[in-house]
């Protein structure tokens, strides 16, 4: 089966570092996404990771431990700009569709 | 990347009739994907759409509620068909975009969607 969990909401205040986990369960590994949706925007591509570790881009970064099926989105330097859903996804089992979680709701404030 | 255009933006429908939601890419790509949105929901795939064969749909999708035309590689429909108010949603069309490098990801990009309210 295919199942992936994230906190529904999270507040930060401007400057401030946040930390966004998500765990994951599928019956086969092909990497893990986040995707950025403002409100009443489509997704956009934040990053990816297929190998365990870090990837840093810029103010966000993507960790992955496929051996625990988790992952963590953080940013840094928080703008209110951030503020956004945070969408995990995975591929499915095909390899090709994502399949997504429901969304961490981050707000941001002054 | 690619950059992708959904017709209509949004529309009101009554209950009963049916809508078809056009999805254009400005290159050629293989997979073509469309998601459903709810109020307040993460996305939901409804089905994989690639040229020349017939849609795959995901469990709680099917064909004759949600047909769907792949003509070519640039350009697809989604008819969201005798519709109820329980269709009111964001409809989402995706690409898959190959990178060609073994460095590199093949990424899923989103379309501006179409917001339906059926009332």
């Known amino acids: 089966g295919q199942n992936i969990d994230q906190p529904t909401e999270m507040t930060a205040t401007e400057g401030a570092i946040v930390q966004i986990n998500c765990t994951y369960q599928?019956?086969?590994?092909?990497?893990l996404f986040w995707y950025q949706q403002h409100a009443g925007e489509a997704p956009t591509f934040l990053s990816y990771?297929?190998?365990?570790g870090l990837e840093e881009k810029g103010r966000f970064s993507s960790f992955l431990s496929r051996s625990k099926g988790y992952s963590y989105l953080l940013l840094k330097e928080l703008q209110m700009k951030d503020s956004a859903s945070y969408l995990c996804?995975?591929?499915?089992?095909?390899?090709?569709?994502?399949?997504f979680g429901k969304g961490t709701t981050l707000s941001v404030s002054s | 990347s690619a950059v992708i255009s959904q017709k209509p933006s949004r529309d009101i429908c009554q209950r009963g009739t049916s809508l078809t939601i056009q999805c254009q890419v400005d290159?050629?790509?293989?997979?073509m994907f469309w998601y459903r949105q709810q109020p307040g929901q993460s996305l939901t795939l409804i089905a994989t759409?690639?040229?020349?064969?017939?849609?795959?749909?995901e469990s709680g999708f099917v064909i004759d509620k949600f047909p769907i035309s792949r003509p070519n590689l640039t350009f697809s429909t989604l008819t969201v068909s005798n519709m109820s108010p329980e269709d009111s949603s964001i409809y989402l069309c995706?690409?898959?975009?190959?990178?060609?490098?073994?460095?590199?990801?093949?990424?899923?990009?989103f379309g501006p969607g179409t917001r339906l309210t059926v009332l």
């Open positions: 996804a995975h591929l499915g089992q095909a390899g090709t569709a994502l399949i």
């Open positions: 990771n297929v190998l365990d």
């Open positions: 599928t019956s086969g590994f092909n990497g």
């Open positions: 995706s690409v898959e975009v190959i990178s060609g490098r073994t460095s590199a990801v093949d990424t899923q990009y």
């Open positions: 759409a690639n040229q020349g064969s017939e849609a795959t749909y």
């Open positions: 290159s050629q790509v293989t997979m």
